[in-house]
């Protein structure tokens, strides 16, 4: 309501505004395929018991990397060779840009909405849109990597925290999103828990790799 007030007030002639659709229905296979044939952004919804309470005014969206806004070419080298190669990897690609992740064009969009409200001098704190990437990537190559992937897309994120393993729950409690995306269910739950509302991804390699038996260890740098 906030943000299509905004855009209302300053562009009355645009139709361009926010809006969201709720589907009651989480056939994961439907999902799934749509994700993988149409590429749209699509998640499943988990709302927690208390719900964090978040601003009236201002809408906060925040996604993970890997496998929501990237594709999952890096999680899947890490799977595989193990996360030497994933960091590697990152080192000698730091420059070129990841392909991108279903959440890529909803991230676009808000950009877009963001830019036609900074065109009205609606800057910072007055813009009613904030965009945040909450990643498990560490700094380095890897956060590098991700930062080079959105300025070589030519989106601005508000927001990029590299957590380098730390749980995401905390800060999105401080974060106050309205919603957080991300691909692997333990930081869904995780955010859940701590008052969140958090969507699964039901994209990528972390559908098919059991979580079971990998070290927190590994799990605590590798991107996720
Ligand atoms: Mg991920």
Known sequence: KAVNAKLRAHYPESQELFKVILIDDNRSDELNNAIREHKIAAAVMKTPGEMAEVSESELRIAFDGDAVLFSNESERVYASEGLEAFYRN????????????????????????????????????????????????????????????????????????????????????????????????????GAAEMGTVACHVPYGIAQRVPKKGIKDKEISSAPK
């Open 90 to 189: 990152e080192r000698e690609k730091v420059n070129d840009p990841m392909k991108e992740g279903p959440f890529k064009g909803f991230l676009q969009v808000l950009v877009k909405l963001q830019r036609k409200l900074h065109d009205k001098k609606l800057l910072d704190k007055k813009c009613p849109i904030r965009t945040y990437l909450v990643t498990s990537r560490g700094g380095g190559s890897p956060g590098f990597r991700a930062l080079n992937t959105l300025r070589y897309w030519g989106l601005e994120i508000d927001e990029a925290l590299f957590l380098a393993g730390a749980p995401k729950g905390p800060m999105l409690e401080k974060i106050r999103p309205h919603i957080f995306f991300d691909d692997q269910m333990f930081h869904v739950e």
